[in-house]
């Protein structure tokens, strides 16, 4: 039946047509010669063995990286990191520890508090996990580390804003949390987890197997990227600065204030963010009621502000602010609160929520007395 080319054909039945391929069909298929196969082994091999050793050395030069890198929140971390290892800090009991974001890191600088509260008789020291460029959320997981080690502070302090870091979270959160890798797997997931309850990011954008991929690349890199490549070869004043913001945060006992030749700016859609009706974060909500539910005294402090921008809209977003807090915490017995919001001119600021030094000088003694008051309770 037709033309039969490399098979038999067999009828079983009129209706039926079997072909058998002849035994030497292997024979008549094309086949690569021993030498090209052996080539592209060998070139396959010499791949996996480059991609191994670019893998083992970002591993290893990443750490280098990350301490090369002039970016103030990922060298202010590195401090706090690094005072929370120090051993001589053991010595003496951490009495007070300062959670939040850069307006806390700005206006409570932990090392001139320590000082004034040992002039009058506390031995205590003082020490501040406040975050830049980042959320409350980010401050309390140095705190769970913290405590992984140590008692309870008798005195927690808390300044935060909501909604200015939220802005750009979900770009922040990468750069300041995940990609330097000075945060651990287990504390990673542990955030995503508490994202999951309040349904708040990183939960909300990615799924759970999406997020432990990403996070896992990133650790698998250890802190390596070209741009931190790119600022090391290229930047050496970035060298001397980041070298800069390690010793000044580290020497302030994790805060990091700004200098005075700083000029006062308002950051671009600063306006339009006080603008914007109210809103919680959810995140930052649940961190809150964690604080609470620790079995020692928590200060919640206002953010102060730049007196030309207490506007009508400012008062009104800071009294929605100060309503909302009361309500979620007004049931918890070592919480205290005081959120009238300092005043200041705007000399006193960098911009309208974060202080230069001269600023947080001026309002440090009323705040002394709120830290000594919660030591006392």
Same mark, same amino acid.
Not at 78 to 86: E, F, M, N, S, T
Not at 131 to 138: D, F, H, Q
């Given at each position: 039946?037709?033309?039969?080319?490399?098979?038999?054909?067999?009828?079983?039945?009129?209706?039926?047509?079997?072909?058998?391929?002849?035994?030497?069909?292997?024979?008549?298929?094309?086949?690569?010669?021993?030498?090209?196969?052996?080539?592209?082994?060998?070139? &396959? !091999?010499?791949?996996?063995? !480059?991609?191994?050793?670019?893998?083992?050395?970002?591993? /290893?030069?990443?750490?280098?990286?990350?301490?090369?890198?002039? $970016?103030?929140?990922?060298?202010?971390?590195? &401090?706090?990191?690094?005072?929370?290892?120090? $051993?001589?800090?053991?010595?003496?009991?951490?009495?007070?520890?300062?959670?939040?974001?850069?307006?806390?890191?700005?206006?409570?600088?932990?090392?001139?508090?320590?000082?004034?509260?040992?002039?009058?008789?506390?031995?205590?020291?003082?020490?501040?996990?406040?975050?830049?460029?980042?959320?409350?959320?980010?401050?309390?997981?140095?705190?769970?580390?913290?405590?992984?080690?140590?008692?309870?502070? $008798? !005195? =927690?302090?808390?300044?935060?804003?909501?909604?200015?870091?939220?802005?750009?979270?979900?770009?922040?959160?990468?750069?300041?949390?995940?990609?330097?890798?000075?945060?651990?797997?287990?504390?990673?997931?542990?955030?995503?987890?508490?994202?999951?309850?309040?349904?708040?990011?990183?939960?909300?954008?990615?799924?759970?197997?999406?997020?432990?991929?990403?996070?896992?690349?990133?650790? *698998?890199?250890?802190?390596?990227?070209?741009?931190? *490549?790119?600022? &090391?070869?290229?930047?050496?004043?970035?060298?001397?600065?980041?070298?800069? /913001? /390690?010793?000044?945060?580290?020497?302030?006992?994790?805060?990091?204030?700004?200098?005075?030749?700083?000029?006062?700016?308002? &950051?671009?859609? /600063?306006?339009?963010?006080?603008?914007?009706?109210?809103?919680?974060?959810?995140? @930052?909500?649940?961190?809150?009621?964690?604080?609470?539910?620790?079995?020692?005294?928590?200060? =919640?402090?206002?953010?102060?502000?730049?007196?030309?921008?207490?506007?009508?809209?400012?008062?009104?977003?800071?009294?929605?602010?100060?309503?909302? @807090?009361?309500?979620?915490?007004?049931? $918890?017995?070592?919480?205290?609160?005081?959120? @009238?919001?300092?005043?200041?001119?705007?000399?006193?600021?960098?911009?309208?929520?974060?202080?230069?030094?001269?600023?947080?000088?001026? =309002?440090?003694?009323?705040?002394?007395?709120?830290?000594?008051? !919660?030591?006392?309770?």
């Amino acid at each position: 039946m037709g033309v039969k080319i490399g098979a038999t054909e067999k009828s079983s039945s009129p209706n039926s047509i079997v072909f058998e391929f002849p035994s030497n069909y292997r024979q008549l298929m094309p086949r690569r010669n021993s030498s090209e196969m052996l080539a592209w082994t060998h070139f &396959a !091999c010499a791949l996996a063995l !480059c991609l191994i050793a670019l893998l083992v050395a970002a591993h /290893f030069i990443g750490p280098r990286l990350v301490q090369l890198s002039d $970016r103030l929140p990922t060298q202010t971390l590195r &401090a706090q990191i690094r005072l929370l290892q120090d $051993r001589t800090r053991h010595q003496k009991p951490t009495d007070v520890i300062i959670l939040g974001d850069s307006t806390a890191s700005r206006s409570l600088i932990a090392s001139r508090i320590e000082k004034k509260l040992n002039d009058s008789s506390h031995s205590g020291s003082v020490l501040s996990l406040a975050v830049s460029y980042g959320t409350l959320a980010n401050s309390y997981t140095l705190l769970l580390r913290f405590l992984d080690k140590n008692p309870l502070p $008798r !005195c =927690i302090v808390v300044m935060t804003s909501y909604g200015a870091a939220r802005q750009h979270y979900g770009e922040t959160f990468w750069e300041m949390m995940v990609d330097p890798n000075l945060f651990s797997y287990d504390e990673l997931l542990a955030l995503y987890e508490w994202s999951q309850k309040a349904g708040d990011f990183p939960s909300t954008a990615y799924g759970p197997i999406q997020y432990k991929l990403k996070v896992a690349e990133r650790i *698998l890199l250890n802190g390596f990227s070209l741009h931190l *490549l790119r600022n &090391a070869i290229f930047n050496s004043r970035g060298t001397a600065t980041s070298a800069r /913001f /390690f010793d000044q945060a580290f020497n302030e006992n994790g805060s990091f204030s700004f200098p005075r030749s700083y000029r006062f700016h308002v &950051a671009p859609g /600063f306006h339009d963010y006080l603008k914007k009706p109210y809103q919680t974060e959810p995140l @930052i909500d649940l961190v809150f009621k964690k604080l609470a539910d620790l079995k020692t005294h928590v200060l =919640i402090l206002s953010t102060p502000l730049s007196e030309d921008f207490n506007t009508p809209d400012v008062k009104s977003w800071t009294k929605s602010h100060e309503a909302h @807090i009361l309500e979620m915490l007004s049931t $918890r017995v070592n919480v205290s609160f005081s959120l @009238i919001p300092r005043t200041l001119p705007s000399s006193y600021f960098i911009d309208p929520t974060h202080m230069i030094a001269d600023g947080a000088e001026q =309002i440090e003694d009323s705040y002394l007395a709120e830290i000594r008051h !919660c030591l006392n309770q």
